[in-house]
């Protein structure tokens, strides 16, 4: 159980185009969906949150116009990267929280390698 | 502010060599910490979440344990596939984010 697929799992695209990544609950429903960014050797950067049915909430120096994030049903969530630029390129991952875990354990999708030319 | 510090950033270990990760944290009011795995090119994988201080879980070789300032990550007689990066993450209580640590990789030679 608990499972999150994302989708692409790795995209290359050039400067100044969008890209969207979508993330999915396959076997329950997530109140709750996370997306976060990873750089080699850092930790996880939690980039923003959100409910479904309500805007995300985004963390501190995250540009909430350039990282889409769309939350309209209890197994789909959206991130759209808009106008790429090489300094965007990294690891994305999404996680979900909700009805059929343990509220607040996030359980994670497999990631999605963003390459921007 | 939340704080996770993961000690040591990398381990090597021989087959069936246990030892133990660290984990320290500063939070304000745990609501619970987490540990996860994660390969290269993965998302992370959930292993256990700790609530209290004195509690303990365990999965086949992995036993978490956790103290009001730290939490251990054991691992019994490991083996090549265990190798991977273990993160450790933790939750304030009223708050749905969660703050994670740099990880330790784990490398198990054969």
């Known amino acids: 159980g608990a499972v999150v697929s994302q989708h692409p799992s790795r995209v290359i695209c050039k400067s100044g185009t969008s890209v969207k990544i979508e993330c999915r609950s396959l076997d329950f429903q997530a109140t709750t969906m996370f997306w976060y960014r990873q750089f080699p050797k850092k930790s996880l950067m939690l980039m923003a949150t959100s409910n479904e049915g309500s805007k995300a909430t985004y963390e501190q120096g995250v540009e909430k116009d350039k990282f889409l994030i769309n939350h309209a049903s209890l197994t789909l969530s959206t991130l759209t990267v808009t106008s790429a630029h090489p300094e965007d390129s990294s690891f994305y991952i999404c996680?979900?929280?909700?009805?059929?875990?343990?509220?607040?354990?996030?359980?994670f999708g497999p990631g999605t390698r963003l390459t921007v030319l | 502010e939340d704080q996770v510090t993961q000690s040591p950033e990398a381990l090597r270990l021989q087959e069936g060599e246990s030892s133990s990760l660290n984990c320290s944290y500063t939070v304000s009011g745990l609501r619970g910490l987490f540990w996860y795995r994660q390969d290269p090119g993965k998302g992370p994988e959930f292993l256990f979440t700790l609530y209290s201080a004195g509690e303990e879980k365990e999965k086949e070789r992995l036993k978490a344990t956790l103290t009001k300032k730290e939490s251990f990550l054991h691992i019994t007689a490991p083996k090549p596939e265990d190798s991977a990066t273990y993160l450790c993450?933790?939750?304030?209580?009223?708050?749905?984010?969660?703050?994670f640590g740099i990880g330790t990789k784990l490398q198990v030679i054969p």
């Open positions: 996680s979900a929280a909700g009805e059929g875990t343990t509220l607040n354990e996030q359980f």
């Open positions: 993450a933790v939750q304030a209580k009223g708050y749905q984010k969660v703050t």
